[in-house]
């Protein structure tokens, strides 16, 4: 791996202790994860236990106090063994964690994000529904003040760690009419009364990973559970995704290591026409720009989450980062599977389930095309 020349002994601590865990623990029982669609609680509790599901939480908070770029470099390692274990993660920490650390009030952070950063609870995002997926603006989830508790009706689909997760961090409608204006963030916990998981998504890959609808049926939610200002939800979503997205560009980095790790490994062992097949230009050539991708999106993704530990403007580095990352996710995986060709395609080599579990990287948190708009619309704001 590239890029030691400049980082920290703790960052490189941090990178290396997550890198032998996953390595020592979540690869090899990746594969049956993904088989028998098992949400890895045992790989959760490890973490937890190792006080790594609040990496870049303030220790005050529970969390390990590190800096963000450790946190995605544990993404990174984590993704390369088990890209399950990844989003469940990512998810928690950049969008669950996150969300309260930066719009928590003193008495929300002491309340929640203590249990979520040492993992006694796991956080979960809902803003995505049936009619507002890339344009969440248009979310109609619908929440009225009655006395001292919001009455939440609707509904929202595709929610990462749906029915696992304990504390929900939910958009919903609370102004009158359509678009961004009137959105308002809640944090619901799991045992809400009015609250209850529909349907769970069978999905091409992140089988480990559980992806569910959340149904609001007159849930009565606090009002003290209001998170930042009513009305300027839709604001605090978009700013969290700006983080969440590097961590998803560091999950895509880390599929597509594990991916060439592989790919390298078999070139040089497969023999045919009575040489390796590394000897062979073609696959050199794929090789070469597999490897060229990775150290691209790497660049791309560590610059990102150094600009955010400076608390520099991000958003657009963030999008590209998401988005190169990903792409060369797919990129990698796909050249994968194409070198150990029939193998490649069985069940009995890795690369397959690399292939699928990158898909979704190009789509979630903003799809690939999304994230084009929001570096574009950076660049024509001068
Ligand atoms: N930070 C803070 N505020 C922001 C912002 C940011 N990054 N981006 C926009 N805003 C603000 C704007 O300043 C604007 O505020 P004002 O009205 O005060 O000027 C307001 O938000 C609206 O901005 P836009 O007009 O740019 O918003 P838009 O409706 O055109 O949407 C978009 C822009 C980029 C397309 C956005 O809708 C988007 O990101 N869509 C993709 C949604 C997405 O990523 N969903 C992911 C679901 S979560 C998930 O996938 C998690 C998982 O399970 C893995």
Redesign the pocket.
């Known amino acids: 791996m590239t890029l030691d020349f400049d980082l920290t002994e703790e960052q490189l601590m941090i990178r290396d202790t997550v890198r032998k865990l996953a390595q020592n623990e979540f690869a090899p029982r990746a594969a049956e994860i993904d088989k028998e669609h098992r949400f890895p609680r045992e790989n959760l509790k490890k973490l937890a236990e190792l006080g790594l599901m609040g990496i870049p939480i303030p220790e005050e908070y529970g969390g390990a106090g590190c800096d963000f770029l450790s946190y995605i470099m544990a993404i990174e390692e984590i993704s390369r063994a088990c890209a399950s274990t990844g989003?469940i993660l990512?998810?928690h920490t950049s969008?669950g964690c996150f969300s309260l650390l930066y719009h928590g009030t003193e008495e929300q952070k002491k309340k929640y994000l203590t249990k979520l950063a040492t993992g006694e609870w796991l956080g979960?995002?809902a803003?995505?529904e049936s009619n507002a997926?890339?344009?969440?603006?248009n979310l109609s989830t619908s929440a009225r003040l009655e006395g001292d508790h919001y009455i939440v009706n609707g509904s929202k689909i595709?929610?990462?760690?749906g029915g696992e997760a304990d504390l929900y961090v939910t958009f919903v409608r609370t102004g009158p009419g359509r678009?961004?204006?009137g959105i308002t963030c809640l944090l619901i916990e799991k045992d809400t009364p009015g609250f209850t998981i529909g349907k769970v998504e069978e999905k091409m890959g992140l089988n480990g990973s559980r992806?569910t609808e959340l149904i609001f049926d007159n849930a009565r939610v606090p009002r003290e559970n209001v998170l930042g200002q009513e009305g300027e939800g839709?604001?605090?979503?978009?700013?969290l995704?700006?983080g969440?997205?590097i961590g998803?560009g560091a999950q895509g980095l880390g599929i597509a290591q594990a991916a060439f790790d592989v790919a390298l490994e078999y070139s040089r062992q497969r023999v045919q026409f009575g040489r390796t097949i590394a000897e062979f230009q073609a696959i050199q050539f794929m090789l070469a720009d597999m490897a060229t991708r990775i150290d691209a999106a790497r660049l791309l993704v560590y610059r990102a989450a150094r600009l955010k530990d400076k608390g520099l403007p991000h958003?657009k580095e963030a999008s590209m980062a998401k988005m190169y990352a990903t792409d060369t996710a797919m990129f990698v995986t796909t050249n994968a599977v194409q070198i150990l060709g029939g193998y490649g395609y069985c069940k009995e080599y890795p690369v397959e389930r690399y292939m699928r579990d990158a898909k979704?990287t190009q789509?979630?948190?903003?799809?690939n095309q999304?994230q084009r708009?929001?570096i574009a619309?950076n660049l024509l704001r001068g």
């Open positions: 989003v990512a998810v969008l979960a995002f803003l995505t997926g890339s344009d969440p603006s595709f929610i990462t760690s678009g961004h204006k992806t839709f604001k605090v979503a978009m700013a995704l700006d969440g997205r998803i958003s979704i789509i979630y948190e903003g799809t999304i708009l929001v619309k």
